[in-house]
């Protein structure tokens, strides 16, 4: 089968042996698309996996071959989640699900970017989705990244109506914004790009703000939202100059959660800032089942819009997707098989 392989920061496609089920329960799944994650070009750029290693994740296709407990039946349309909690570890319990070994551990194989993975019996049973209604493949691929924002918004822990400001308005950022809207928070925008502040604004936030003087953008904000600052701000961009905007427009007693990596760790950790200020810093990294599902209902019933978040790619064409998505030429790749 062809599948699409990483190769000293580059992907090639090459021919990679199908998967079987031999001796496993479980599912062998034929993809028909993919989305490309910003996780995945990290991993690309900064050389964190092995060459050989098959990408994607945010994955659709249907069952061709199975041997499972489940309820899952050859030709069943399929989304999914890649890694699986115990659900009876520490990490658990604390539901720091995306912390527990095997939620580490599990995968799927060999990655998204290839004609058929083998898709295991924990996956079916917690991860995978049967798709029931009229929704096009490139809509519901969004299940992962929206139910890693559903998330997100939970672990910011809010008072219901507070104000949040959601840094970086790429795909992420107005998934983000109607997460927050849905449940029960004001969310507002600010982005580098002038298309992508319009786009969010159309997609429904309070009110969103182009980026340009960090100090003009902050007083701003504040002017149009609320002289104290917002309750809250969550990264979904990183850099010094987000993370910088970030402690300037939070109000004192706000919270700032980061959804996103940086290059390296060389920022400051702006102890006094923290302190003296009561500020709150959390994190919420990938999702767990529940919001997993949670995004699949909301997405299957239409109640969050992807309209203009994606361009559709061959997977052929893998390495212009990066490249395009890199330039901030598009805002998310989907691939297809
Ligand atoms: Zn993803
Ligand atoms: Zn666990």
């Known amino acids: 089968m062809k599948a699409a392989i990483l190769k000293s920061s580059k992907i090639e496609i090459a021919e990679l042996e199908k998967p079987t089920l031999v001796e496993n329960k479980g599912a062998i799944v034929k993809i028909s698309g993919c989305g490309l994650c910003g996780s995945d070009i990290v991993k690309l750029k900064h050389n964190s996996v092995p ?13 061709v071959e199975i041997d499972s407990e489940s309820d899952f039946e050859v030709g069943d349309k399929i989304v999914m989640g890649h890694h699986v909690p115990c659900f009876n570890c520490t990490f658990c319990f604390g539901e720091n699900y995306s912390m527990c070994r095997n939620f580490k551990r599990t995968n799927i194989v060999p990655g998204g970017f290839a004609e058929y993975i083998f898709v295991s019996e924990e996956h079916l049973l917690n991860t995978v989705f049967r798709i029931s209604t009229m929704i096009s493949d490139e809509e519901i691929s969004f299940t992962e990244p929206l139910a890693c924002c559903i998330r997100c918004i939970k672990r910011t822990n809010m008072e219901y109506n507070s104000n949040i400001l959601i840094v970086g308005l790429g795909s992420i950022g107005i998934l983000m914004g109607q997460a927050a809207r849905g449940l029960g928070y004001k969310p507002f925008g600010v982005d580098l790009i002038d298309d992508r502040v319009q786009l969010a604004k159309d997609y429904g936030f309070e009110d969103t703000f182009v980026l340009k003087d960090l100090e003009e953008t902050v007083q701003e904000m504040k002017l149009t939202v609320n ?19 970030a402690f300037k427009s939070v109000r004192d007693g706000g919270t700032i959660n980061v959804f996103s990596s940086v290059k390296s760790d060389v920022s400051a950790y702006p102890n006094n800032e923290i302190y003296y200020r009561e500020l709150t810093v959390t994190s919420s990294y990938s999702s767990s089942p529940v919001d997993l599902e949670e995004a699949f209902e909301l997405l299957q019933n ?9 361009t559709m790619y061959p997977m052929e064409k893998l390495n212009e997707a990066i490249s395009d998505t890199l330039s901030n030429k598009i805002m998310k790749a989907y691939i297809t098989l």
């Open 51 to 63: 060459d050989g290693t098959v990408l994607g994740h945010e994955i659709v296709g249907t069952i």
């Open 227 to 245: 002289p104290a600052g917002f309750d809250a701000i969550i990264m979904t961009s990183g850099s010094d100059k987000a993370i910088d905007l």
């Open 302 to 310: 239409h109640r969050i819009k992807t309209d203009g978040l994606s």
